[in-house]
Nanobody, 126 residues
Framework: QVRLVESGGGLVQPGGSLRLSCETA????????IGWFRQAPGEHREGVSC????????YYADSAKGRFTISRDIAKNTVYLQMDNLKPEDTAIYSC???????????????????WGQGTQVTVSS
């Protein structure tokens, strides 16, 4: 049975860090990828990063490059999103999603993801 459960959100000051976790079940470590998306109030959902479960290759949106790091722990069936140097504009609900990439590398295209978690709130404010 497929499962995606996020945790690790919270309130953090600008410049601070958070590590989000996405506990997964039911995905193929040969074919599938896990992505992180976020949605701020009144905004469209934005793809932040994704990682192939097989080889760990990752994609980052421009807004995440240099500040966010995605990783996976195969033994724990968990994907992490380490977020550093957080900014107020990073405030959003962050959700992880799972699916099979169309190409050889995962992307932020929502259509590649069939299953979604409930999300965790990240608030960056002083």
């Amino acid at each position: 049975q497929v499962r995606l459960v996020e945790s690790g959100g919270g309130l953090v000051q600008p410049g601070g860090s958070l590590r989000l976790s996405c506990e997964t079940a039911g995905f193929s470590f040969d074919d599938d990828a896990i992505g992180w998306f976020r949605q701020a109030p009144g905004e469209h959902r934005e793809g932040v990063s994704c990682i192939s479960l097989n080889d760990g290759r990752a994609y980052y949106a421009d807004s995440a490059k240099g500040r966010f790091t995605i990783s996976r722990d195969i033994a724990k069936n968990t994907v992490y999103l380490q977020m550093d140097n957080l900014k107020p504009e990073d405030t959003a609900i962050y959700s992880c999603a799972g699916g099979t990439p169309i190409g050889s590398l995962c992307t932020a295209f929502e259509g590649e993801y069939d299953y979604w978690g409930q999300g965790t709130q990240v608030t960056v404010s002083s």
